[in-house]
């Protein structure tokens, strides 16, 4: 099977690294990769939010199979294109992708399926959750416990545009949960977590991700079954009726309140950076996984999860997220990666034949271990090899769950 792979950063790498052990792989293309996955396949200079662009790319390749990593250009329509063009696509299509790209339609959607979420509040008043409504990059969602930070949110939120979501703010614990989906069934991949916020102890801005570890200890197949349940199943059906029905990984971020597990958010594509940890884990073939799903029946395809754990501490460039760094030589890779752990690209570009920084999180390293503690381990032992000026990280990724014997 001919793959082309859509995305540039450590979730795509993941991917790679995963998809290129699959029997079923004959070739594997990525548009635009990265030099991480420029060692894994053929790497080619087309966005992946140019959608004619990867049609044309597609087809010239003879690919059998896209797997689209980003949300952009899904909630854009990308594959919708590629189906019309006949090529088979892991990804959903524009109106079911809206599930992500629309914060209205997601509210509307789990009123009607029944999914438990936070309720809608009529005012801004404190305390709340203020969230527009469309794609914000993660700079869409304000958490406000006095009016005065809902003041701000206000103006914060007014200066991105587009409609506004008021809710009850919950407190908890969050998760993430992973669905492969066909349309109308899907197969659940272990529970996440990830650590959004910059700093340890979980304080500062919002990042994309500052590391993650999986499985989350108390999550067994069976509890995992019972989030799926009631989190994605209710909603594959409810976009199956309207038409819409979803093909790729329906991804529920949600929070486990003293009341029982709430959906804040549904994602349409795989988590950034909880897949670097979930692709370890997972034993089976992913690529026969995605292209069953792609062809609308998953049938009796399974993944199975090992007895494993593993942690992610991404290296970020030292003014993350305020700003990203680019052209610092990086080194100690080799070292990194000599000690067992895995090191995946998510910022990084070829400079004269050197490996220099390209963004903002740079470089994703994941330990396996026997348990969350071995695994966590294993990860910051690799990342203390690894250097260039001003690489930062959280110190904390795990630490709770590995101190709590996870
Ligand atoms: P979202 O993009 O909707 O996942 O929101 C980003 C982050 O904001 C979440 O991961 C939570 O930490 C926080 N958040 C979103 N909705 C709520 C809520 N209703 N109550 C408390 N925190 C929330
Ligand atoms: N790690 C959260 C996300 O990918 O949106």
């Keep these: 099977m001919r793959v082309l792979l859509l995305g540039s950063g450590g979730r795509e790498h993941a991917l790679a690294w995963k998809l290129v052990q699959s029997p079923l792989l004959t070739e594997l293309h990525a548009a635009p990769g990265n030099p991480g996955i420029a060692s894994l396949g053929q790497c080619h200079p087309v966005r992946a939010d140019d959608s004619e662009a990867v049609l044309g790319l597609a087809r010239a390749l003879h690919i059998d199979l896209v797997v689209v990593g980003p949300?952009?250009?899904?909630?854009?329509?990308?594959?919708?294109?590629?189906?019309?063009?006949g090529v088979?696509?892991?990804?959903?299509?524009?109106?079911?992708?809206?599930?992500e790209g629309s914060k209205t339609f997601a509210k509307d959607v789990m009123a009607v399926a029944g999914v438990?979420?936070?309720?809608?509040?009529?005012?801004?008043?404190?305390?709340?959750?203020?969230?527009?409504?469309?794609?914000?990059?993660?700079?869409?969602?304000?958490?406000?416990?006095?009016?005065?930070?809902?003041?701000?949110?206000?103006?914060e939120l007014a200066a991105l545009g587009g409609d506004l979501v008021i809710e009850e703010l919950l407190e908890g614990p969050e998760i993430s949960v992973f669905a492969l989906c066909d349309g109308a069934t899907c197969l659940a991949l272990p529970v996440a977590q990830d650590f959004k916020r910059a700093h340890d102890g979980?304080?500062?801005?919002?990042?994309?991700?500052?590391?993650?570890f999986a499985p989350v200890p108390g999550f067994d197949a069976d509890a995992i079954e019972e989030l799926v349940d009631l989190t994605c199943r209710p909603i594959l059906a409810e976009l199956a009726e309207r038409d819409?029905?979803?093909?790729?990984?329906?991804?529920?971020?949600?929070?486990?309140?003293?009341?029982?597990?709430?959906?804040?958010?549904?994602?349409?594509?795989?988590?950034?950076?909880?897949?670097?940890s979930l692709m370890p884990l997972v034993e089976g073939d992913l690529l026969e996984a995605l292209a069953a799903c792609a062809a609308g029946d998953l049938g009796d395809v399974r993944l199975s999860r090992g007895a494993s754990a593993a942690v992610t501490v991404v290296l970020a460039a030292g003014?993350?997220?305020?700003?990203?760094?680019?052209?610092s030589r990086i080194d100690g890779i080799e070292a990194a990666?000599?000690?067992?752990?895995?090191?995946?690209?998510?910022?990084?570009a070829l400079r004269d034949g050197s490996l220099v920084t390209n963004g903002g999180r740079?470089?994703?390293?994941?330990?396996?271990?026997?348990?969350?503690?071995?695994?966590?381990?294993?990860a910051y032992a690799a990342a203390d090899m690894i250097r260039w000026s001003g690489v930062r990280r959280r110190d904390d990724i795990a630490l709770a769950a590995a101190t709590a014997g996870g």
Excluded: W
């Design 71 to 85: 949300e952009v250009p899904l909630v854009a329509g990308l594959a919708d294109v590629l189906r019309v063009g």
């Design 88 to 99: 088979s696509v892991f990804g959903p299509s524009r109106g079911a992708a809206a599930i």
């Design 116 to 155: 438990p979420t936070a309720a809608p509040l009529p005012e801004p008043i404190a305390p709340c959750v203020l969230k527009v409504d469309g794609l914000a990059a993660g700079k869409g969602v304000v958490v406000c416990h006095t009016q005065d930070e809902v003041e701000e949110g206000l103006v």
């Design 202 to 212: 979980d304080v500062g801005p919002n990042t994309g991700g500052m590391g993650s």
């Design 244 to 276: 819409h029905p979803f093909i790729g990984t329906l991804f529920a971020g949600l929070m486990l309140t003293p009341d029982g597990p709430r959906v804040l958010e549904y994602n349409c594509r795989f988590g950034d950076p909880e897949t670097q």
């Design 319 to 327: 003014d993350y997220p305020a700003r990203g760094d680019s052209g």
């Design 337 to 348: 990666e000599a000690t067992g752990a895995l090191v995946f690209h998510a910022g990084t």
């Design 362 to 378: 740079i470089l994703d390293v994941t330990g396996i271990g026997d348990n969350v503690a071995a695994a966590r381990s294993v």
